[in-house]
């Protein structure tokens, strides 16, 4: 499914990925604007390394690395735009592969929730040049369902595994 037009320019023609949880838009944003939990429902993120006090504020950077240790590289994500509650915009490094727009929507659900809306395309480098848009949307959004399953479980906080 394709996004309205709200989105960022950059993801404007990205495949949304949603995900509803049965957590409040106050506990996923939670998760959201704690850079140190970035590793735990970003898939592909190793570590943390450092994480800017203002962040999630536009301009704050999460220093962390992706890929599997001992091959792991240092990078950085970088937040593009906040609104606390609803939404957030991240530019997300990742070279040499390349870097990524991430946009993520939190909307109430009806019935009690939040639905969880993802968008995400590559904006330069490798991962642009070299991959076509629609099989490069297809590796995103296989990646992005995984994405929204941690988010979800994270802000849930659940004792059980069911």
């Known amino acids: 499914m394709k996004m309205s037009s709200n989105a960022s320019p950059s993801v404007r023609n990205a495949d949304s990925v949603s995900r509803q949880t049965s957590a409040s838009p106050a506990q996923v944003w939670d998760v959201l604007a704690d850079g140190w939990t970035y590793p735990c429902w970003v898939v592909g993120a190793a570590r943390m390394r450092a994480v800017?006090?203002?962040?999630?504020?536009?301009?704050?950077?999460?220093?962390?690395?992706?890929?599997?240790?001992?091959?792991a590289v240092d990078d950085e994500t970088i937040c593009m735009r906040s609104e606390p509650g609803t939404r957030i915009v991240l530019e997300a490094h990742g070279w040499p592969l390349g870097e990524a727009q991430v946009d993520i929507s939190l909307r109430p659900a009806v019935g009690g929730g939040t639905e969880i809306v993802i968008l995400e395309d590559a904006t330069d480098g490798p991962g642009r040049w070299l991959i076509p848009g629609p099989a490069r949307q297809i590796l995103i959004r296989t990646r992005n369902i995984e994405t929204l399953r941690r988010l979800a479980f994270l802000a849930e906080r659940s004792s059980s595994p069911d």
């Open 52 to 71: 800017d006090t203002d962040f999630p504020s536009p301009g704050a950077r999460l220093h962390h690395s992706f890929g599997a240790w001992p091959f």
